[in-house]
């Protein structure tokens, strides 16, 4: 006799995983990391920061030197929000966007990929909806996906979001009975496309979602590398601190590795993001929060954050010329004023397979814009990120871009 279902269920623990681990997609991103390592690729695909403004130097003495100083201490357990001197330095660098944070609204995170996850088990509910930019960053929607929630994607233009298009969405949505918990998004240097949201449209972006009860969830991993100093927008949450969350990140203004990051909200939220925390990971490394008081806290920081941002603008502006040198006709690019990436808009009518592994075979790494949106579409756009390449490096790698886009595009009508 045969077994029929029995036979056919799989065997093993697999058999016994949640429902929702069948929303655990590996990033693409993460995907092209693997082969951007081979040699002879260059990787314009990873937004990784430079390794030449990773302070790894400094950071050795200071090492040395806190260990020595305190060694018990910091390499004891510790304090599940942050410890006190990293809380007061994190709402230093919110009053650099401009925002009146204090420590009790301070939750510190590993990484503010970390901070992105805690945000939606707080909120979310499988079936909810996040309402993002389309295109969004690809690590929210890992995140997203695992609480087995719906994104909604709302276009960019060159000025970010239009807050009126947000608001329509979240009417539409709530007129069909769906029930929107957050409003995601990056203002700032928007990962992927690079682009920033204007200071009306972020006024009105927090006021329509307050208006309609919805929490923004600001992500601004990138707020604090622009390459014009002195011109700096608000953030977000200066804007109405009762009515959005902020993710913050020590990842490209300090170092990725140390896996530091935090969250602000108002304080019953961020009570109950430390429980969630502590549930996880305990509390933050305290040797990572110690070395970011010690580092970002000294002299040493502004310079070389200053440096890092001049290096990066100098690198963004080689791409720029290099994509006027070597893009066939018709495609258009973002022109960032800030960050690490910029966004191709290929032909939309044309098919352009698989660009990731096109892209490979011409000697080049790149991000494939459908990886951007939640419904995997298939991809007309592509992000390039100029961060951790050289100028030689970004000026060979667009050109082998240009050299696959016009080799093999075929367009979809079949001739
Ligand atoms: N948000 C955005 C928009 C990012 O680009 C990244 C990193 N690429 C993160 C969050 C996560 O950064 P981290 O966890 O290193 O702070």
């Given amino acids: 006799m045969s077994g029929g279902a029995a036979e056919s269920r799989p065997a093993g623990p697999v058999a016994a995983f949640a429902h929702r681990a069948e929303h655990f997609r590996p990033s693409p991103v993460r995907a092209v990391f693997e082969h951007a390592m081979r040699p002879g690729i260059v990787s314009l695909a990873g937004g990784n920061p430079d390794t030449g403004v990773l302070p790894h130097e400094v950071l050795a003495g200071m090492t040395a030197r806190i260990l020595s100083e305190r060694g018990p201490e910091v390499l004891q357990y510790g304090s599940g929000a942050g410890i006190a001197r990293l809380t007061g330095l994190v709402c230093e660098l919110m009053a650099l966007g401009g925002a009146v944070a204090t ?241 191709l808009d290929l032909d939309p009518d044309a098919d352009h397979g698989d660009l990731m592994h096109r892209g490979l075979e011409h000697g080049v790494a790149l991000v494939p814009g459908g990886a951007c949106y939640a419904d995997g579409r298939p991809s007309t756009s592509l992000r390039l990120a100029f961060s951790a390449a050289s100028e030689a490096e970004i000026a060979e790698g667009v050109r082998r871009v240009g050299e696959m886009l016009r080799d093999g595009v075929r367009r979809r009508a079949g001739d």
């Fill in 103 to 343: 420590p009790d609204r301070i939750q510190v995170t590993a990484g503010s990929q970390a901070g992105l996850d805690l945000v939606t088990k707080l909120f979310c509910d499988p079936g909810d909806v996040v309402v993002a930019e389309g295109p969004t960053y690809v690590g929210a929607l890992g995140v997203f996906g695992s609480y087995e929630v719906e994104v909604q994607h709302v276009d960019v233009d060159e000025d970010g979001v239009d807050p009126e298009a947000v608001a329509a969405r979240i009417d539409a949505l709530r007129t069909v009975g769906r029930t929107v918990k957050l409003v995601y998004t990056v203002p700032t240097f928007h990962n992927p496309t690079g682009v920033t949201l204007t200071e009306p449209r972020r006024r009105r972006l927090v006021e329509v979602c307050a208006q309609r009860g919805v929490p923004v969830l600001e992500d601004d991993a990138y707020g604090l590398l622009g390459f014009d100093r002195a011109h700096r927008l608000p953030s977000l949450y200066s804007l109405d601190p009762g009515a959005v969350i902020h993710l913050g990140s020590f990842s490209k203004i300090f170092s990725p590795a140390l896996r530091l990051g935090w969250i602000a909200a108002e304080p019953s939220v961020r009570a109950r993001l430390q429980i969630a925390a502590e549930a996880v990971t305990i509390h933050p490394s305290v040797l990572s929060q110690e070395l970011a008081v010690e580092y970002v806290g000294s002299e040493h920081w502004r310079p070389a954050l200053d440096r890092a941002a001049a290096r990066y603008r100098a690198r963004c502006a080689a791409m720029m010329e290099a994509l006027e040198t070597y893009m066939p006709a018709g495609v258009r690019w973002t022109r960032p004023c800030g960050g690490f990436f910029t966004w």
